[in-house]
């Protein structure tokens, strides 16, 4: 299959290259055994290269000083959802304060930025975790422990990274009850996360030469398996990969097994709403235009953009119908925002119930089962074959 090249950033669509496939080298770092990873080192050590990596049957981990922990160690993906309570715990006070005195009839929260995805949260740990890395470079450190100090350190570099903004509007709307005009008070509040990248934190930080190196390479696809194992990820969704190997091999001839097969070489990408298209970063719709545009399908780049398309042009199919290649829509149910059909995902069913997209909540490219169809917040709300109009009209 011949991969078409996508647009230059000043084409007006969003642009991006595929992900590097170095390798990475091993690094002199040490870490403390702990929970088994599926990561295993590759490539000759080298006394200069200090880029972490996980010894096999290891995983990093970060002893933390404080009382309550007793100075015990542990892994690090715990700490990750310590501090994943923490900053939830900060939007929901932040909520709570911007309801105020409780006065309005109606409450309608809209979640924008980096939390516009397929959850209410967001997950850029990699570029966090990289930074703080760096940053320990910096400092003189080669151990991947962290003390309480340094556990609060890499808690406030992820709050510094993840810039909060919560934004109340309270308006009076026209209602009617029995044909008697009312009126009634809706607070509208806006929540929203605009989550940064390693390179903004340099731009902060100004690191050096060899730091912007390490996190360079930290960043590039080689470490996708790194950030899994630590951050306890599974690209696969607890699905045996013999079966997902399955599905790839038993992929059908044409644009829709095209469009899945180019996907695919975006495993494990990482997200970012506003740096799609940057290096490697992707989000959910920006995903699935570079995958078709790799096949020499146009579609438009944002998710409510695709859903129209596929509505105007009479490619949409049913839940039933769904063969690989074809997008499904999102929408989120108890959101207001006034968007077409409360879209706000989208991503690329490949078949046996499963689909691939950019997860905002994961913090990357996965694969995973068809979800959203048994009720919740958020539900399949339709379901395209755009490749499949395009091709009968050529």
């Given at each position: 299959?011949?991969l078409?090249?996508?647009?230059t950033?000043?084409?007006?669509?969003?642009?991006?290259?595929?992900p590097?496939?170095?390798s990475?080298?091993s690094?002199?770092?040490?870490f403390?055994?702990?929970?088994?990873?599926?990561?295993?080192?590759?490539?000759?050590?080298s006394?200069?290269?200090?880029t972490?990596?996980?010894i096999?049957?290891?995983?990093?981990?970060?002893?933390?000083?404080?009382?309550?922990?007793?100075?015990?160690?542990?892994?690090?993906?715990?700490?990750?959802?310590?501090?994943n309570?923490?900053?939830?715990?900060?939007?929901?006070?932040?909520?709570?304060?911007?309801?105020?005195?409780?006065?309005?009839d109606?409450?309608?929260?809209?979640?924008g930025?980096?939390?516009?995805?397929d959850?209410?949260t967001v997950?850029n740990?990699?570029?966090?975790?990289s930074?703080?890395?760096?940053?320990?470079?910096?400092?003189?450190?080669k151990?991947?422990?962290?003390?309480k100090?340094?556990?609060?350190?890499?808690?406030?570099?992820?709050?510094?990274m993840n810039?909060?903004?919560?934004?109340?509007?309270?308006?009076?709307?026209?209602?009617?009850?029995?044909g008697?005009?009312?009126?009634?008070?809706?607070?509208?509040?806006?929540?929203?996360?605009?989550?940064?990248?390693?390179?903004?934190?340099d731009?902060?930080?100004?690191?050096?030469?060899?730091?912007?190196?390490?996190?360079?390479?930290?960043?590039?696809?080689a470490?996708?398996?790194y950030?899994?194992?630590?951050?306890g990820?599974?690209?696969?969704?607890g699905?045996?990969?013999e079966?997902?190997?399955?599905?790839?091999?038993?992929?059908?001839?044409?644009?829709?097994?095209?469009?899945?097969?180019?996907?695919?070489?975006?495993?494990?990408?990482?997200?970012?709403?506003?740096?799609?298209?940057?290096?490697?970063?992707?989000?959910?719709?920006?995903?699935?235009?570079?995958?078709?545009?790799?096949?020499?399908?146009?579609?438009?780049?944002?998710s409510?953009?695709?859903?129209?398309?596929?509505?105007?042009?009479?490619?949409?199919?049913?839940?039933?119908?769904?063969?690989p290649?074809?997008?499904?829509?999102?929408?989120?149910?108890?959101?207001?925002c006034g968007?077409?059909?409360?879209?706000?995902?989208?991503?690329i069913?490949?078949?046996?119930?499963?689909?691939?997209?950019?997860s905002?909540?994961?913090?990357?490219?996965?694969?995973?089962?068809?979800?959203?169809?048994?009720?919740?917040r958020?539900?399949?709300?339709m379901?395209?074959?755009?490749?499949?109009?395009?091709?009968?009209?050529?």
């Amino acid at each position: 299959m011949a991969l078409a090249e996508a647009p230059t950033p000043d084409s007006g669509s969003p642009s991006g290259p595929a992900p590097e496939s170095s390798s990475p080298s091993s690094p002199s770092v040490s870490f403390s055994p702990s929970v088994s990873a599926k990561f295993k080192p590759s490539g000759t050590p080298s006394p200069s290269d200090t880029t972490p990596r996980l010894i096999a049957g290891a995983q990093p981990s970060i002893a933390l000083s404080a009382a309550k922990f007793s100075k015990v160690l542990i892994p690090m993906k715990d700490a990750v959802q310590m501090i994943n309570s923490q900053f939830q715990s900060k939007i929901d006070a932040g909520i709570a304060q911007a309801k105020g005195d409780g006065e309005y009839d109606e409450v309608n929260i809209i979640y924008g930025g980096d939390l516009d995805g397929d959850s209410d949260t967001v997950n850029n740990w990699a570029d966090v975790l990289s930074v703080f890395i760096a940053q320990k470079m910096k400092d003189g450190q080669k151990m991947l422990s962290v003390t309480k100090e340094n556990f609060e350190a890499l808690r406030d570099l992820y709050f510094e990274m993840n810039p909060l903004s919560v934004v109340s509007e309270k308006t009076v709307q026209p209602s009617s009850d029995g044909g008697a005009e009312l009126e009634r008070s809706v607070l509208t509040i806006y929540v929203s996360v605009d989550s940064k990248t390693y390179q903004e934190a340099d731009a902060v930080r100004g690191f050096s030469k060899k730091q912007m190196n390490t996190l360079r390479r930290l960043m590039s696809s080689a470490y996708y398996t790194y950030f899994e194992g630590i951050l306890g990820i599974d690209v696969y969704d607890g699905e045996p990969s013999e079966k997902v190997q399955e599905i790839i091999a038993g992929l059908p001839e044409g644009k829709g097994g095209d469009i899945v097969r180019a996907a695919l070489i975006r495993l494990g990408s990482p997200y970012s709403k506003s740096k799609r298209g940057s290096g490697n970063y992707v989000d959910c719709s920006y995903f699935t235009w570079w995958a078709y545009n790799q096949v020499g399908i146009s579609i438009p780049t944002s998710s409510i953009e695709q859903a129209l398309y596929c509505h105007n042009n009479g490619c949409t199919v049913k839940l039933s119908e769904l063969m690989p290649g074809d997008l499904i829509f999102w929408s989120k149910t108890d959101c207001k925002c006034g968007r077409w059909r409360e879209i706000h995902h989208v991503g690329i069913y490949i078949g046996d119930g499963m689909i691939i997209d950019a997860s905002s909540s994961k913090g990357r490219v996965v694969i995973r089962k068809l979800w959203g169809v048994d009720g919740g917040r958020w539900k399949v709300r339709m379901c395209g074959r755009p490749y499949e109009s395009q091709v009968s009209s050529n």
